[in-house]
């Protein structure tokens, strides 16, 4: 067991006194049936980190994720038309469509007589954290699956800023797909083993988050509160008075995120695990407040 096995296991071990029973009890141990999908696209080398991964793990998987790069499109679905799928190698399926398209199709019709066990979305090629939750194709992917009673994890892998100019590009982040891939099995490992307890609460959803760190060990595994700032933030540059605009990304400042938040503890080294609520609803107690100042009938 390497350093990341043991600081992810005690770091599991909280969590998983912490969850409800969900509705699904697997058998420790057991092969698990994983649709694994993403917004990079199916030959994406993230995706494909994960995948080589859980079938080494002895699980079985069916990919079924976007034909082209869909990243930044949140859980968005095709309204109108058709959507076309195609065969790749075996057990791979590359969709003319969205991330959340792309599950649709899974749980509807090229998986329905045999639904997964559990959605992994990713590894994306850059962080998810912050408020650039809402906008990512990623955990789009994960939230459209847990929204159909799936349970979803998705999980992606930060890029350094400093390493665009170097002759590899984003080295760090590609060297560390595997030992992402890896945590991510343990992950699922580690779940699966709770028996009873269920793989995850209903609509709750994993978001891991990994350390541009290449092949070197993280300094740990944090649960972390999502950050109220945005990771990345758009730069606009307009020619003229009115445009064309030129965006670019940068990364946010993260001198500012809240301690503890997924933002700060990534950019300070961190494995990141933040649990997500598919039921987007603030509950009671927030809104009661709220519907005091509204004149409407109740």
């Known amino acids: 067991m390497n350093g990341t096995e043991r600081i992810l296991r005690a770091a599991m071990a909280s969590l998983l006194l912490t969850v409800t029973a969900g509705s699904w009890s697997p058998v420790a141990g057991q092969s698990l049936n994983v649709l694994l999908t993403n917004d990079d696209g199916f030959d994406a080398p993230g995706i494909v980190a994960v995948r080589e991964a859980l079938l080494q793990a002895g699980h079985r998987v069916t990919v079924i994720a976007p034909l082209e790069n869909q990243s930044g499109v949140g859980s ?10 195609y065969p790749q190698e075996d057990g791979v399926w590359a969709v003319d469509g969205t991330p959340s398209d792309a599950v649709s199709l ?23 954290v912050g408020a650039n939750v809402v906008s990512s194709g990623t955990v789009g992917a994960a939230l459209t699956a847990s929204r159909a009673g799936v349970p979803a994890i998705a999980v992606s892998v930060a890029i350094d800023p400093r390493q665009a100019g170097r002759s590899a590009p984003f080295a760090g982040t590609r060297d560390a797909f595997d030992p992402a891939a890896d945590l991510v099995v343990e992950v699922v490992r580690q779940l699966a083993e709770t028996g009873g307890a269920g793989l995850l609460p209903p609509r709750a959803i994993l978001n891991i988050n990994y350390p541009a760190i290449g092949a070197d060990e993280p300094d740990g ?78």
Do not use: C, K
Not at 76 to 85: F, K, N, P
Not at 275 to 294: T, Y
């Open 106 to 128: 899974a749980l509807v019709h090229v998986m329905r007589s045999d639904l997964p066990d559990v959605l992994i979305s990713g590894a994306n090629f850059g962080q998810n």
């Open 221 to 298: 595994v944090r649960f972390a509160t999502v950050s109220s700032l945005r990771g990345f933030r758009q730069v606009f540059s307009v020619a003229g008075t009115s445009g064309p605009a030129r965006v670019e990304m940068a990364l946010a400042n993260v001198d500012r995120a809240e301690e503890g938040s997924d933002l700060a503890l990534l950019d300070a080294g961190f494995v990141t695990i933040s649990v997500l609520d598919g039921d987007m609803d603030a509950g009671r107690e927030s809104w009661e407040p709220l519907l005091e100042r509204l004149i409407i009938e109740r």
């Open 76 to 85: 968005a679905i095709t309204t109108s038309g058709t959507i076309d799928y």
